[in-house]
């Protein structure tokens, strides 16, 4: 198998690992890092976390040259070539980080940049924050990842060749630069030029006792500033209408919010339901989940309340389509990668 080695990967890793237990940058197995040593592309592969780049391999050997031929050749559905044995896959990014011709790139779902992403005026965000003076900046509107995100992304550097920031609405941000001090320095700024203030949090105990509803039994979310979605009125009441908003939330909490007025309306909703939902939100008690409900869809609930906490009162949202929701639930590459997380 092809080994990475030197400086260039220690800095990566220890990058990594740093920003995978920061929640405002990176959420359970979302992100991606690369970088170019030769003509080899390493890739964070799916499904796994950043955080864990110091303790295992979490990056993959991909042949360079091959897939900035098929890109050049508009071949953008062109599998990315493993080098070497590998169990497993690169990520379902990969060719983004092959049309940046930086020596390392970082994509991130950073909360401070995605809370504004996901707004109707982002366009007007960007020009206030300064950034497009300090940075050549390219912008593309949502697509789905992988290849119509890549095309969408090809078309905008074509604009912009000197672009080393990527916003990509309802979705993150790509940035490349020459190391990962370089990578590092432009995120920060990012970070700090959009910073928002959050909603405060309310004084209301989180709950303790589970909830019993027929045959399904739901837990209390032990993070306790979770349960603001259902006891903060203004976040609760966006939930109906401004629940998927971005790619990872949709593929791992799924198309809707399952919100309820009172427990007996949860008995009764759950009496009708073809299925029983994982998560449940009642409104004014907190938010409840079956025992399945795992660490990586947890750790994307918070980069939900994150997000949402830190829009304005007089904020348009722009949400998925009901379209662009399909496309996201029924792609196997994405059920492979919850498979992989945790």
């Not at 795992?294 to 939900?304: D, W």
Request: glycine content about 6%; some cysteine.
């Amino acid at each position: 198998m092809t080994q990475a080695s030197g400086h260039l990967r220690d800095a990566v890793v220890a990058y990594c690992t740093r920003a995978g237990a920061d929640p405002l940058l990176v959420q359970g197995a979302g992100g991606n890092v690369s970088w170019k040593e030769g003509d080899t592309l390493w890739i964070k592969a799916s499904g796994t976390w950043l955080a864990d780049a110091s303790q295992r391999d979490i990056f993959v050997p991909v042949n360079l040259p091959h897939l900035q031929q098929e890109l050049a050749a508009g071949r953008h559905e062109s599998k990315p070539q493993v080098k070497g044995e590998h169990a497993l896959r690169p990520s379902i990014e990969t060719v983004l980080h092959a049309l940046m011709p930086h020596k390392v790139v970082v994509h991130l779902h950073a909360i401070e940049v995605l809370a504004h992403l996901v707004r109707e005026d982002f366009t007007e965000s960007l020009r206030r924050s300064g950034l497009q003076d300090a940075f050549d900046c390219a912008v593309v509107d949502y697509h789905k990842p992988g290849v119509a995100l890549a095309r969408a992304v090809q078309a905008a550097l074509a604009q912009t060749p000197s672009a080393r920031v990527v916003f990509m609405r309802n979705h993150g941000v790509v940035v490349g630069g020459d190391d990962v001090d370089d990578v590092e320095r432009v995120i920060q700024e990012l970070s700090e030029r959009f910073k928002t203030v959050p909603l405060a949090r309310a004084g209301q105990a989180a709950p303790t006792e589970p909830l019993v509803v027929g045959d399904a039994a739901y837990l209390p979310l032990e993070e306790p500033g979770l349960h603001q979605l259902a006891t903060e009125p203004i976040l609760y009441s966006r939930m109906g209408d401004a629940w998927a908003l971005y790619p990872d939330h949709v593929v791992f909490l799924g198309a809707r919010a399952s919100l309820h007025a009172t427990v007996p309306a949860l008995t009764q909703a759950l009496a009708q339901a073809d299925a029983v939902p994982e998560l449940v939100f009642v409104q004014g008690l907190g938010v409840f989940a079956r025992e399945s409900f795992s660490v990586a869809k947890t750790a994307q609930l918070r980069c939900y309340l994150d997000v949402l906490a830190r829009q304005p009162a007089d904020a348009v949202i722009r949400s998925l389509s009901m379209d662009q929701i399909a496309e996201l639930l029924n792609w196997d590459a994405e059920r492979y990668r919850q498979a992989m997380a945790k």
